[in-house]
């Protein structure tokens, strides 16, 4: 009989030890410690991402003041009125909640759009007043500076988006691709112009609007059609 019940107990164990490993909501605390680690690591990925694009901002900065292009230093603006869309993806992991991560989420995918209805109206703008771009060496740089800063940015932010399910961390890594396309438009426009084409600015900056467009709304089935526990879908 003692056997028995040690046996009982020792099979019991065995189970509760299973339910752990395997996420079986046996104990609250366990899923407590999930969430935990789950959010440090979004909240990690989150803060390397800005500490990435803060370097990009700052390198931008400095080529600014060299050069005072007003191009550069709109792009620059750009970047890091972006950049702010971090803060609501943060607050989200550091609340642990599945909901807030949807709505930060929603809230990128605001912010993209918006990004593509500013571009589209500096496009029509070009279109019909065409401004001369100077410093186009430069501005080529600066450009790819925010491309590749941008892109890195984007990379670690989705990665750990799929890795996590989460919809705000992939739709923010598509907001840093965003910008990073807008950074590669100004160094397309630069090659553009200097090989004697004028309206390689507007025609760039309405591809790219295109291009963000497109990234708004599969960005916005992802978060919408994303829930708890369940992988990420990206479209």
Not at 97 to 113: Q, T
Not at 150 to 168: F, M, W
Not at 210 to 233: C, M, N, Q
Request: aromatic content about 6%; charged content about 15%.
């Amino acid at each position: 009989m003692h056997d028995e019940h040690d046996d009982h107990g020792h099979h019991q164990g065995e189970r509760h030890a299973k339910g752990h490993r395997d996420g079986e909501p046996g104990h609250s605390h366990g899923l407590v410690d999930r969430s935990i680690v789950r959010s440090r690591a979004g909240l990690r990925a989150v803060m390397l991402s800005l500490g990435i694009l803060g370097v990009t901002a700052l390198v931008q900065a400095a080529i600014f003041v060299l050069t005072g292009s007003v191009a550069l230093l709109a792009d620059l603006i750009h970047n890091i009125g972006d950049a702010a869309t971090a803060i609501p993806v943060g607050v989200a992991f550091l609340l642990r909640s599945f909901r807030a991560e949807k709505i930060a989420g929603l809230f990128v995918v605001l912010a993209i759009f918006v990004s593509a209805c500013v571009a589209l109206y500096a496009t029509i703008l070009r279109f019909i007043d065409p401004q001369p771009l100077s410093h186009l060496g430069v501005l080529a740089a600066a450009g790819m500076i925010g491309f590749v800063g941008n892109e890195i940015a984007a990379q670690v932010r989705l990665r750990a988006g799929r890795r996590l399910s989460s919809p705000a961390l992939i739709a923010d890594g598509n907001h840093a691709r965003v910008d990073g396309y807008v950074s590669l438009g100004v160094v397309i426009s630069a090659f553009g112009v200097a090989l004697g084409f004028e309206l390689a600015d507007p025609i760039v900056g309405l591809a790219i609007t295109l291009v963000i467009l497109k990234i708004t709304w599969d960005s916005w089935r992802t978060v919408r059609d994303t829930e708890p526990g369940a992988p990420a879908h990206e479209h």
